[in-house]
């Protein structure tokens, strides 16, 4: 099959139209596979219709956004369909958010019908007590029609509201048309030229705008998407999905890439894969080492830069004998209809090589904020050269090299991104500030050049004792796992500028090897507790780790525990699926789980046959 641009004309139109002519073109091609189940375009398309008239029997015609809650799979694919097909925009809500957030998002959408599936369904009706709200995907009856619907959205129309941090306190919904985001597959499409040979990974969520730009990057060429769920098989088997499933085209933040290579061997190749995506975070020069080391020189890698009110506005594409400029990889060169402009405090032009805010001009951008006029007033602005086209200040800071080629150097405000999500540093402290005993909280980001991670710094009221694990937990109820702070350290007084505002560069820098999070250190008694001390020392980066040290409290996160189920594995001869480790975060819980599945399932590890025999004794039975 050769390739076939995506025409410009060709945006014109629904999401939905574009996708129900690759079915006509391709309907036994698989269009999504995962471990349980594979759906060919014909009979996605046949359950995405039927989804749509359950929702036009149950959607009240004035709501206009549907809300869909899944985990990562082929469901939430149906869903999506199935929602545009009905003539209204899908909300992903990711299934392992906070209730509190999803409460919260909920409440603003104001919607009347939620669609989910069984696996989903407990946490949906304490969401939505009234069952009549509720569709479940799994009942749908078959017999409704599989025939594709007359209702056709205009290119205008609302296709999708993304949900990302606010500063105010609160998520924020950036509102997509149709025409968005076809202009966004089309650029993708046409850069990397998709074909229906291809079969495309899909690791970021659903409900962050890489993970839309994937299914659709998929479905709107007739190639093959292929969801691999990190948060429940964790890097372990990737690399062996990546060659058994011979995926072509694979896309994931930064930091994922890093652990994922950590977790191969010298000789391990992958003869399929032409082309790495990278987006979400810095790409540095190591990374850029690492894709030529494990990638055939036939392999592409693109960088780029990009924000959920566009997605991806510059493309830098780098290949085996590319020559970098410097050690910070540049975010790269134009993309079609989407205009950079550097402007300084006073918005005007800055000179190349002078830092300026990014200022993106272009007809494609997000239509703006749902129901938050103040926020969309405040980032988007008419074009006073072009009516036709807005204008979009990113709060990214970069500067054009002598090509115009853009660097990008950081962020103007206090945003940061945190493992390819934008994270508002104002609404995790707005959450902080919320806590009974806190009277002041900052919260920033330290950057080690590989990985960024969080710190919040608390002043407690007057008498109020707080620990790591008091916020942690609490944090925990009301924001996702990636933006809360890997430490906190507590202090009398935030540090203040002469202006009385707080002076954040003055906020102490904090190293990882100090943090404990329990004064009676416990040492390691048995060789499983002792190997996994080892692990999780060498992880994180921390001298002294006791066994009854909580994982999460001593900074790690999802990806570092990846990177510890993969050493378990490699080290005990054992395999623990990655939710063990958040169900039995400390050493000495997670020990009792590594000797049970020895003792009762698989192969023992190495080390389990010096284990004293009243360690046994200790297992629940």
């Known amino acids: 099959m050769n390739f076939q641009p995506f025409e410009k004309s060709e945006i014109e139109q629904s999401i939905n139209r574009r996708f129900e002519s690759q079915v006509a073109r391709y309907p036994h091609h698989i269009a999504v596979k995962t471990s349980e189940c594979e759906l060919t375009y014909d009979t996605l398309n046949q359950a995405a219709n039927r989804l749509a008239h359950q929702i036009l ?60 599936n069984q696996r989903n369904l407990n946490l949906t009706e304490v969401l939505l007590p009234n069952r009549e709200q509720i569709i479940n995907i799994d009942e749908i009856d078959p017999h409704l029609s599989g025939d594709n619907l007359d209702i056709c959205a205009s290119a205008n129309a609302i296709a999708c509201v993304l949900y990302t941090s606010g500063s105010t306190g609160k998520p924020k919904g950036v509102i997509h048309s149709h025409c968005n985001l076809l202009h966004l597959i089309r650029r993708g499409t046409n850069a990397l ?37 990190l948060n429940e098989k964790g890097l372990v088997g ?51 080492d ?65 830092t300026g805010e990014v200022v993106l001009r272009s007809p494609y951008l997000a239509l703006g904020y749902w129901q938050q006029a103040e926020q969309t007033n405040a980032a988007f602005f008419p074009d006073p050269e072009f009516l036709d086209r807005r204008c979009y ?65 608390i002043v407690p009221l007057e008498g109020e004792h707080l620990s790591n694990k008091e916020l942690h937990n609490y944090l925990k109820q009301h924001l996702p796992d990636y933006m809360i702070p890997a430490l906190f350290v507590m202090l009398a007084a935030l540090p203040l500028t002469p202006n009385g505002k707080v002076n954040r560069l003055a906020l102490p820098d904090t190293k990882q090897e100090t943090v404990s999070t329990r004064e009676d250190y416990v040492a390691p008694r048995t060789n499983i507790e002792k190997t996994l001390v080892s692990i999780w020392s060498q992880i994180l980066n921390l001298q002294q780790v006791g066994i009854y040290d909580n994982f999460f409290l001593l900074g790690g996160d999802s990806l ?45 590890p190495d080390s389990v046959e010096s284990i004293a025999v009243e360690n046994w004794e200790e297992i629940e039975l």
């Open 57 to 116: 029997q149950q959607c009240p015609p004035e709501q206009e956004l549907v809300p869909i809650l899944f985990e990562h799979g082929a469901s939430m694919v149906v869903a999506i369909l199935g929602v545009l097909k009905a003539g209204k925009g899908w909300v992903p809500l990711a299934s392992s958010y906070p209730q509190v957030r999803l409460e919260t998002i909920l409440s603003e959408l104001n919607a009347s019908v939620l669609i989910t």
């Open 238 to 288: 990737l690399s062996t999905w990546l060659i058994e499933e011979k995926i072509t085209i694979y896309h994931s933040v930064p930091t994922v890439f890093r652990h994922f290579i950590n977790t191969l061997k010298e000789d391990d190749t992958f003869p399929d894969i032409r082309a790495i995506h990278l987006g979400g975070e810095p790409v540095y020069k190591y990374d850029v």
């Open 193 to 229: 030229k998709i074909d229906a040979n291809d079969r495309l990974s899909l690791l970021p969520s659903y409900s962050h705008i890489g993970g839309t730009n994937n299914i659709f990057r998929a479905l709107l060429n007739g190639a093959m998407l292929l969801p691999y769920d």
């Open 290 to 354: 690492l894709f030529k080391q494990y990638f055939f020189d036939s392999c592409l890698l693109l960088n780029n830069l990009g924000c959920t009110e566009l997605s991806s506005y510059r493309q830098y594409f780098i290949y085996s004998d590319t020559k970098l400029p410097s050690n910070i990889v540049p975010v790269g060169y134009k993309t079609e209809d989407v205009e950079v402009l550097l402007l300084d405090e006073n918005g005007k032009e800055v000179a190349t090589g002078c």
């Open 393 to 457: 200040k990113t709060g990214d800071v970069g500067y054009f090299l002598p090509d115009g080629c853009l660097v990008h150097v950081g962020r103007k405000d206090f945003q940061v991104q945190i493992r390819g999500y934008r994270v508002e540093i104002a609404e995790i402290e707005a959450v902080l500030f919320e806590h009974p005993k806190v009277k002041e909280a900052a919260v920033k980001h330290q950057d080690n050049g590989e990985e960024k991670k969080l710190v919040g710094y």
């Open 560 to 604: 570092q525990a990846m990177r510890v189920v993969s050493q378990v594995r490699s080290t005990l001869n054992i395999e623990l699926p990655l939710r063990s480790l958040f169900e039995f975060p400390t050493v000495i819980e997670w020990a009792k789980q590594i000797d049970r599945v020895a003792w009762f399932g698989q192969k023992k």
